[in-house]
Every structure is written in structure tokens, then in C-alpha cells.
């Protein structure tokens, strides 16, 4: 495809997701000018206090907390999940005897699984992070099982007939395949994480952004709750388009 409509596809997508954005903020200052109540304040108002969080210092510490907590937990959670769930894929009769214990732990509710980690291993953070691992586990094993189900099996003969090591095999033929899967288990991950630290946050620890939200909830503050929550999330947009989309881009350049 020509260089210059590329380009002009880019510039197209780029003016389309300002353009939604602008759309998202009328409606909302529409809505909160047609109810006018404090149940929904205007944009302005959150910006202002979202500025004066910021200029505190308060926001950029419990903002900090959370995303150290997302982090540690996600990558956790990432590495076990990928590595169980391509195992599983691969070998059928371990994914016959452990089908029914991932259905089960993608069954049970995360408040309950946050309750029995802080009650079995009391209000520490350790046991916060295991509750969002637990979490968020079965859900990486079934992606990727899934895509390990499906890997090519005419270009795995073609490796062992080559004689591809293990880690030859794993890095050129198997990874490339699954890399669709990696990303949606990445961002439907990135995406239920945060949710889950927030309950856990609200429930047993002393800072970060759930804690701070459960704060301005008895206050009847929502302009912070809308504040931290829109920091949280500009947070997660700069990740997916920072990280994420690059790492997608130059992970798919051998399909070119």
C-alpha cells in the first residue's frame, strides 16, 4: 500500500478518536448541565480538582501505590497464566484433569477470593497481591490455551524435521502464533487488574487508589471519584498506546 495513503488512513483514525472524545466530553457536560446536581459535576469542575490533587501530591502517590500493586500482580499473573495455559494446550490429558479447576476458579467471585486472602493471611500486602493473581489467572490459562489449541501443526513438523531446539521452536514458530492471544489476555488483563486492586484496595489496605475512592464515597465527593478514576484511566490509555501498540506493531512485522 502507498506510503501516502497510509498516511492519510492514520491521520483519518487519529481525527476519528479526537473527534469520539470531544463527543464523550459534550455529552457529559450536556448531561451534568441538563441534571444539574451533584451527583454528576461538570467536566471543569473534576479538572480543577483533579489539578489541585495533583498539585498536593496526593493523586501521584496513591496513583503510584496502585500502579506498583497492578504491576507486580499483572506480571505475576501474566508469566504463570501463559505458561500454564500453553502447557495445558499441548498436552490433552493434563488440560482433561485441569479443565475442571480452571472453570472452577474462573467461577468464583473476586470479593471472595479477596475476603479469604485477607482472612487466611491477614491485611497485608502480600496477601493483596495474591488475591488479584488468583484473580486474574484462570483467565490468562484460557486464552492461551485456546491459542495453543490452534498453533499450526504442519509448521511444528516443519521444526522438529529442521531439528529446532526447544527454545528455537518456542521463540520462531510457537510465540508468533501466539501472539494474538498474548495481546487480548494482556489488555482484557490490564483491564480486569485494576478493578480488582481497586476492592482490594478498599477493603484491607491504607492507600492507593481504591482506598481513596472508599474515602470520597463516604464524603459524597464525586467529583474526586471522577478525578482519580479519569487519572487511573489516562494512565492505562498511555500504556496501551506507549507500549501496547508498539509492541503489537513490531511483533507482527513478520507477517508482512
Known sequence: MDNGIINHLNLLKNNLSFLSLLVLLGGWYGLAVYLNSPALPRPLVVAQVFWQALLSGQLLYHLGVTLLRLSVSFSIAMLLGCSIGLWLGRHKQLDAFFDNWVIIFLNVPALVTIILCYVWFGLVESAAIL????????????????????????????????????????????????????????????????????????????NGIGYQLHLFFQLFDVASIMAYTVAFVAVIQLIELLILKPLDRRSLRWRR
Not at 157 to 166: G, H, L, N
Request: net charge positive; aromatic share 6%; proline share 4%.
Open 131 to 206: 488475591a488479584v493473581v488468583i484473580n486474574k489467572l484462570p483467565n490468562v490459562i484460557v486464552v492461551v490455551r485456546e491459542g495453543a489449541r490452534t498453533l499450526d501443526q504442519d509448521l511444528l513438523e516443519m521444526a522438529r524435521c529442521y531439528r529446532f531446539s526447544r527454545k528455537k521452536t518456542l521463540c520462531h514458530v510457537i510465540l508468533p502464533q501466539l501472539h494474538p492471544f498474548f495481546m487480548t489476555a494482556t489488555r482484557s488483563g490490564l483491564s480486569l487488574t485494576w478493578k480488582i486492586i481497586l476492592v482490594v484496595e478498599l477493603l484491607g489496605r491504607s
